[in-house]
């Protein structure tokens, strides 16, 4: 094996090891949600709104499904270091591709943090894509 091969294998476990690392931080920071509360009939004089603030774990802010995503996600770049040791090549560009394709759906919730792992993983792909190219030549 040559020095491409060994590098895109150290990007693809360095991509994984971000993307797990992003999974434990959004499941121990904590999310913030607003509220209104009222009280009373809503139009009244005598009605009182209150705005609050709370501070909440992933899993009660959004759920076992919340915490499923994030597992996911994770399981996904595992999935992708396994064909990276194993020199899946082709399948390891069409995982890289799909990457960075929910990195980008879920851009607005959690899809930012993964975004670097994802283009890790691209890189890592291109890597292996190159090597077997200088090879075969």
């Known amino acids: 094996m040559n020095k491409l091969t060994y590098g895109g294998r150290l990007v693809v476990a360095i991509a994984a090891a971000w993307a797990m690392g992003?999974?434990?931080?959004?499941?121990?920071?904590?999310?913030?949600?607003?509220?209104?509360r009222t009280t009373g009939i809503?139009?009244?004089?005598?009605?009182?709104?209150?705005?609050?603030?709370?501070?909440?774990?992933?899993?009660?802010?959004?759920?076992?499904?919340?915490?499923?995503?994030?597992?996911?996600?994770?399981?996904?770049?595992?999935l992708a270091v396994r064909l990276a040791w194993r020199s899946h090549y082709t399948t390891l560009a069409i995982l890289s591709v799909v990457a960075i394709a929910l990195s980008i759906i879920t851009g607005f919730s959690v899809g930012a943090i993964y975004l670097p792992a994802a283009l890790g993983l691209f890189v890592g792909t291109l890597m292996f894509l190159a090597s077997r190219w200088l090879t075969s030549r």
């Open 22 to 36: 992003a999974s434990l931080y959004i499941f121990f920071s904590p999310v913030s949600g607003r509220g209104v």
């Open 42 to 78: 809503v139009g009244a004089p005598n009605a009182v709104v209150q705005t609050y603030t709370t501070e909440q774990s992933w899993y009660e802010a959004q759920g076992l499904w919340g915490l499923v995503v994030l597992v996911i996600f994770a399981l996904f770049y595992l």
